[in-house]
C-alpha cells in the first residue's frame, strides 16, 4: 500500500484530502505544518509527500530543501498552493518537486497527479509505483478544495 504523508495547515482541506486519499486506498501521515511533517517523513518513510507551501513554524520551501537533501528512499513531492506567482513554482521544481498543483483543484487531478508523479522514473531509474487498485480507485473523484 502507498504510503503518503500530507502536510497541509488548512483543517478543512486537510480533512477533505484525507476522506479523497483514504478512499482511494492511500495510507496517511497527517501534519498540520513542516515541523511535524519532517517528524513524519522520518518516521513513516513515504513514498510520497503532499505539501502546502505556505504554512506556521515551516513552509513547504524548507520541506522540499530536507527531502532533496536525503540520500536514500526521498519520496516524490507534490506541492500544493494558493498562490498564483510563477516564482513560486519555479522554485519549487528547483528545489524537487516533481508537481505543483493551484489551488482550488479537482480531487480527481490532484488523484491522477498522484499516478503521474509515483510512475516517474526517480534520478537513477527506480520507480514508486502506485498499486494498480490506488490507481482505479483514484478515478471518478471529483470532490473540489
Known sequence: MTKIVLIEDDREISNTL????????????VA?????????????????????????????FPVLEYIREMKKNAPKV??????????????AEMLGADAYLRKPFAMDVLLETIVQVLEKPAPGGRTARASEGNARA????SRRS
Open 32 to 60: 498540520s505544518n513542516g515541523v511535524d511533517g519532517r517528524k513524519q517523513i522520518d518516521s513513516t518513510e513515504p513514498e510520497l509527500v503532499i505539501t502546502d507551501m505556505m504554512m506556521p513554524r515551516m513552509g513547504g
Open 78 to 91: 507534490i506541492m500544493v498552493t494558493a498562490n498564483e506567482g510563477g516564482r513560486h513554482k519555479a522554485y
Open 138 to 141: 483514484g478515478r471518478g473523484a
Open 18 to 29: 484525507q476522506r479523497v486519499l483514504e478512499g482511494a486506498g492511500y495510507t496517511l501521515a
